[in-house]
């Protein structure tokens, strides 16, 4: 990257989810910002961009001040010729007697215009215009924004959706379900946390890397019980896939789905997740085991 010499730069920092850089950096770049470097980080990346400051318009601002100095010293000269034309008209009527008739005179009436009823007092007829009434308008969210469609996106929803979970089990019973996984946090597990002994690709070194996800799921089904075993949570990532990863139990997170759910309730449960690296995570919900279906949630 080079820089022009004599030119100065504004900076601006942004902060990104990994796997999300390249639009980031498009956007800006539209904006008229340059990319200067990236810092990744487990979850989140850091973009630097720069731009040249806007140069100040110096012969205007030099302009506009020579013209205040000639507006003050014009100023300052019609004060002075004013002050004398006064004195010398003051000096000119001395001699004459009648400013003190004319003085005389209004003292006189003023008397009397000052017991003459003003008529300017009485209230107008006409009623007070009210003042207009605002209301404010709400915004309201998107449907599209907010649900997902799983079966229009081939099981495939944004972190902060709600996916609408529509199957039919074996007996007979249609299950529908509500179910919203939000964008994974990092965290520390306690010093007592429990780690899977080892992860589904064989690995029993634990990874650098620790994140948990918020799962809600509400059961709207009429008549059909989500028992804890009819729901199974994977997590997983670009580089781990679903083999070196590992579940986390402690005080804060939990390692498996443990809520029953009756038609109508929903419960909310903090997914802990070791992995050896973080980027690009996704977070799968499977119901009803092979009978069933499943929906993963990703950054895009």
Same mark, same amino acid.
């Given at each position: 990257?080079?820089?022009?010499?004599?030119?100065?730069?504004?900076?601006?920092?942004?902060?990104?989810?990994?796997? #999300?850089? *390249?639009?980031?950096?498009?956007?800006?770049?539209?904006?008229?910002?340059?990319?200067?470097?990236?810092?990744?980080?487990?979850?989140?990346?850091?973009?630097?961009?720069?731009?040249?400051?806007?140069?100040?318009?110096w012969k205007?601002?030099?302009?506009?001040?020579?013209?205040?100095?000639?507006?003050?010293?014009?100023?300052?000269? *019609?004060?002075?010729?004013?002050?004398?034309?006064?004195?010398?008209?003051?000096?000119?009527?001395?001699?004459?007697?009648?400013?003190?008739?004319?003085v005389?005179?209004?003292?006189?009436?003023?008397?009397?215009?000052?017991?003459?009823?003003?008529?300017?007092?009485?209230?107008s *007829?006409?009623?007070?215009?009210?003042?207009?009434?605002?209301?404010? +308008?709400?915004?309201?969210?998107?449907?599209?924004?907010?649900?997902?469609? +799983?079966?229009?996106?081939?099981?495939?929803?944004?972190?902060? @959706?709600?996916?609408?979970?529509?199957?039919?089990r074996?007996?007979?019973?249609?299950?529908?379900?509500? +179910?919203?996984?939000?964008?994974?946090?990092?965290?520390?597990?306690?010093?007592?946390?429990?780690?899977?002994?080892?992860?589904?690709?064989?690995?029993?070194?634990?990874?650098?890397?620790?994140?948990?996800?918020?799962?809600?799921?509400?059961? #709207?089904s009429?008549?059909?019980?989500?028992?804890?075993?009819?729901?199974?949570?994977v997590?997983?990532?670009?580089m781990?896939?679903? =083999?070196?990863?590992?579940?986390?139990?402690?005080?804060?997170?939990?390692a498996?789905?443990?809520?029953?759910?009756?038609?109508? @309730?929903?419960?909310?449960?903090?997914?802990?997740?070791?992995?050896?690296?973080?980027?690009?995570?996704? =977070?799968?919900?499977? +119901?009803?085991?092979?009978?069933?279906?499943?929906?993963?949630?990703?950054?895009?």
């Amino acid at each position: 990257m080079t820089t022009a010499t004599g030119v100065k730069y504004e900076t601006r920092s942004v902060k990104t989810v990994r796997g #999300l850089e *390249a639009r980031t950096r498009a956007k800006l770049e539209k904006e008229g910002w340059e990319f200067v470097s990236q810092e990744q980080g487990t979850v989140r990346s850091e973009l630097t961009f720069r731009r040249p400051k806007p140069e100040t318009p110096w012969k205007l601002v030099g302009a506009g001040g020579g013209l205040l100095a000639l507006l003050f010293v014009g100023s300052l000269i *019609a004060s002075a010729f004013g002050g004398g034309g006064s004195s010398n008209s003051s000096a000119e009527a001395l001699p004459s007697p009648t400013p003190s008739l004319v003085v005389e005179t209004q003292a006189q009436t003023a008397p009397t215009e000052a017991t003459v009823p003003a008529e300017a007092t009485t209230p107008s *007829a006409e009623p007070p215009t009210p003042a207009p009434v605002v209301t404010a +308008i709400e915004p309201q969210a998107k449907v599209e924004d907010t649900t997902c469609n +799983i079966d229009e996106n081939f099981g495939k929803c944004l972190y902060g @959706q709600t996916a609408i979970y529509e199957d039919s089990r074996r007996s007979g019973d249609k299950v529908l379900l509500e +179910i919203t996984v939000q964008e994974p946090q990092e965290f520390e597990p306690g010093k007592d946390a429990d780690f899977a002994s080892t992860t589904l690709g064989g690995t029993q070194e634990k990874g650098a890397d620790n994140l948990y996800f918020d799962v809600t799921i509400k059961n #709207l089904s009429e008549g059909v019980v989500l028992g804890r075993s009819d729901v199974e949570l994977v997590a997983n990532s670009a580089m781990d896939g679903d =083999f070196d990863v590992r579940s986390v139990q402690d005080d804060v997170v939990e390692a498996y789905w443990d809520a029953k759910l009756e038609p109508g @309730q929903s419960s909310t449960l903090r997914s802990g997740w070791n992995f050896n690296d973080a980027s690009e995570p996704t =977070f799968k919900v499977r +119901i009803d085991g092979l009978g069933g279906n499943s929906v993963t949630f990703s950054h895009n």
